[in-house]
């Protein structure tokens, strides 16, 4: 079939996608009750959604923003979600992030947001981190050792490499913050990847030891 003007089929433009309805965060019952109760103290509460976002920066373990805002005045990238009459804001560089996460509340820790994802590596100025021993190295890291640091909850993200034998990473879960890391790191870590690479001679730990959930202080 011919448009009336003339032009084929294929040059018209596809309409445009409806926009996406799919959870990027799931809400246990439980926690939406406590939002929305907690909604119905603010001012002008049927005019509030939750922004949920990352306070935490690259390389951190996750900290998270919650807090009421209007969601009428959502900025462009946002994203918006709508769960049982509540809407929930989500700042686009945040989706990926936070996909698939779970909002929960319980008596004992209130709301608590369990989430699948690891905190991206941190952008460190003079590492290299998209060369062939990069590649080497995560795929190491993927195989072999978080593997092996998940029977602890913990795992490692590759940073990148000095080029002069010195591998980066940070640690997360149950390895950040613990007194005992550095030991996990030096007997355990490297020693799996300077077996198993030429070119990496040793590791050093980024990460900011301070601000885990159980810090300890070097």
């Known amino acids: 079939m011919t448009p009336p003007d003339g032009s084929p089929i294929s040059a018209l433009a596809a309409p445009a996608a409806p926009p996406s309805s799919e959870p990027i965060v799931d809400i246990t019952p439980g926690a939406l ?3 929305v109760e907690l909604r119905a103290e603010e001012p002008e509460a049927d005019s509030l959604g939750l922004r949920l976002e990352l306070a935490s920066a ?3 373990e996750f900290r ?4 009421f805002d209007e969601y009428l005045t959502a900025e462009f990238s946002d994203e918006v979600r709508t769960h049982e009459g509540l809407k929930v804001i989500i700042p686009g560089r945040d989706v990926e992030l936070l996909q698939g996460a779970v ?3 319980t008596d004992t820790q209130g709301l608590v947001i369990r989430n699948p994802n690891r905190p991206a590596a941190p952008v460190v100025d003079g590492l290299t981190s998209d060369d062939p021993l990069s590649a080497e190295i995560e795929a190491m890291v993927s195989t072999e050792v978080n593997p092996a640091l998940a029977a602890h ?10 080029g002069e034998g010195t591998a980066y990473l940070t640690m997360g879960g149950g390895c950040h913050g613990c007194s005992m890391s550095r030991l996990t790191m030096l007997d355990g870590v490297q020693t799996m990847l300077v077996e198993a690479i030429e070119g990496v001679e040793r590791v050093k730990d980024l990460t ?3 601000i885990g959930e159980n810090p300890y202080y070097s």
Not at 64 to 67: A, E, H, I, P, V
Not at 153 to 162: E, K, L, R, T
Request: aromatic share 12%.
């Open 33 to 35: 009750a406590k939002l």
């Open 208 to 210: 900011d030891h301070t």
């Open 153 to 162: 909850g913990g795992f490692v993200s590759y940073v990148g490499h000095d």
């Open 103 to 105: 909002l929960d509340h």
């Open 58 to 60: 690259p390389g951190e």
């Open 64 to 67: 998270y923003d919650l807090s």
